[in-house]
């Protein structure tokens, strides 16, 4: 195998580099000069308290935000940020958003919408406008769109603030378990979840950013942090 | 065969060396047994030229026939061009323990630095040595100068090299800078020095950047499993000190700890060594409590 070749195997599906953010009109950044990288089943939690940067973060490395300083490569497909519904159409239905993104990540739309209703169990409520439907039943929608177009890296903000306890149960065995070859990046306060399913962990703190190889540490700092 | 007898300790040194050397010759001159207590354990006769290993070899023999030869410079006995390494300081420290244990009980306590010595029994003795001692330059005072005067008051600074960083550090070996962030862990621990019983004070310098967060700080002096302790949060960067007072009943090897409070994210420590002091067991400022965690008043 060439040297070059070989490089491109080696790769990390995710790298960024010196990547910051400051807001239009905002004094101080949110964050700067994170660092890290991620393997093609790299499993990297975000943890932070509110307000900190987790979830611009996740929609910068999503595409949804632009980055500020510094740079983010992905070698491997990676999801939008399941969770966040801004992606739809409101006045569109559930069958019209799944028509456009299908359409969008050049998928068959038949299939695409099996795998969507036999996930979010949504029915005829599908032909409904997305914009009558409520919290949980857009979540429903959201998460089986990210599930029924598969990628390389999942991003998942706060994956627990959505549905009832049957549907996170459904979403963390369709995430973790079926899908266990896959990179994932998550944002979440849930601790346990991050301990259990996370192999690293970057914090995110007054603009700083540390990246842990040990989970149950960044967790532990996590613990206190919220708690002062 | 002489019915005289004299019992030394002597430190583990390059000079200590040579004390042995010249007392054996003396000895054999005078035609006196010569035995080590080590390779004799059983022997309790008090006759010829022995030498103890501990305070307890030197008691079969009166105390107007006992010596003990200290050396407490920070030079390193195989090569004294090198700082002394910390095992050598520790084996040392162990010795003069059992050197200060046996000046307690009588025994004619004399320098190794000197190069003619009056023992008792055998009168003077000279030594030859090649080459005088060498402390080395980085060392500023040996961390075994409080074996240097027995009285309250005797003082040595531990300079941060003597120590032991888990997580490394940044800076110089004698600046120390540690990167507090991580779980609550000791970041500073050492040097394991002995110590003989008393009271011994402990003041630390250190400075502090909490990095605009707040740096909880637990500081121990100790040994074993007993330790007293002090607690401090730290918000504002600046040069801070501490000071942690403690009894020991027993000769033991002590620790400094210095640990993160609690898991932080953030902050820098660096230490700038401690000073030890003897203290009078009837000095009216108070003890370090064991059982509690006091807040410091930092400076």
Redesign the interface.
Known sequence: MSVAANDIIEAPGLRVSRLGKTFHGATRPVFSNIDFTLGRSGRLAILGRNGQGKSTLIKMLGGILPATEGDIIWNMSSSWPIGFGGGFQGSLSGLDNIRFLARLYNRDYRETLDRVDNFAELGRSLRLPVKHYSSGMRARLAFGLSLAIEFDCYLIDELVAVGDARFQQKCQEELFTHRKDRAFMMASHDVHMIAHYCDRAI?I??G?C?IFEDVQ?AV??Y???RAA | MSDFGLCVLITPSAAGHGWREALAVRAAQLGWLIRDSAATPGDASATGLVFAHNHAAMLAFPASARAVIIDTTATDPVDPGQPAALDALILRSQVLVEAEMAAQAGAAVLNAARYALDFPVLGPVERREGSPYRIHPSVSESPLAIFDDAAPGASATWSPRWFVYPDGFQGSADEPLIDLTGRMRPVIHGPYLHLPAGRWRVDLSFTVDPEQAHAPLLFEWGSGIEFCRIMTEIRYPGTYSVSLDRIWIEPDAVQLRIWPAHPVFQGRFGFRGCRVTRVSMDDPSPLTPIDRIVEAGVV
């Open positions: 914090i703190e007054s700083k540390k540490e532990d700092i613990s206190w942090l």
